[in-house]
Nanobody, 129 residues
Framework: QVQLVESGGGLVQAGGSLKLSCAAS????????MGWFRQAPGKDREFVAA????????YYADSVKGRFTISRDNAKNTVYLQMNSLKPEDTADYYC??????????????????????WGQGTQVTVSS
């Protein structure tokens, strides 16, 4: 499995920005499609964004499209989530995740938590109104 550690969460006012990072270790990072999910209190974990192994294709939930950007640096074994124009409804714990096995693709339908096999511990994002 891939070991993942998120960072970059915090408290921000509505309209502000945060950039989350997720550092990977334990396996060849570039062999894994990656994703970001979030979970608000009392709610199910939901898909935010995903990126292919090369970083050439990205996919987003409708709720974040145009505001969030997922990217990766395979040389640094890190995936990022740039979050702009944050809203109070973006408040949640944010988790990065790696696909269940190497070389599995990431497509527009790779949005279920069951598609991912390795998870970080999460980083909290709070957006105040």
């Amino acid at each position: 499995q891939v070991q993942l550690v998120e960072s970059g969460g915090g408290l921000v006012q509505a309209g502000g920005s945060l950039k989350l990072s997720c550092a990977a270790s334990g396996r060849t990072f570039s062999n894994y499609g990656m994703g970001w999910f979030r979970q608000a209190p009392g709610k199910d974990r939901e898909f935010v964004a995903a990126i292919t192994r090369s970083g050439g294709s990205t996919y987003y939930a409708d709720s974040v499209k145009g505001r969030f950007t997922i990217s990766r640096d395979n040389a640094k074994n890190t995936v990022y989530l740039q979050m702009n124009s944050l809203k109070p409804e973006d408040t949640a714990d944010y988790y990065c995740a790696a696909r269940s096995a190497p070389y599995l693709g990431v497509t527009v339908t790779t949005t279920s938590p069951q598609d991912f096999g390795s998870w970080g511990q999460g980083t909290q994002v709070t957006v105040s109104s």
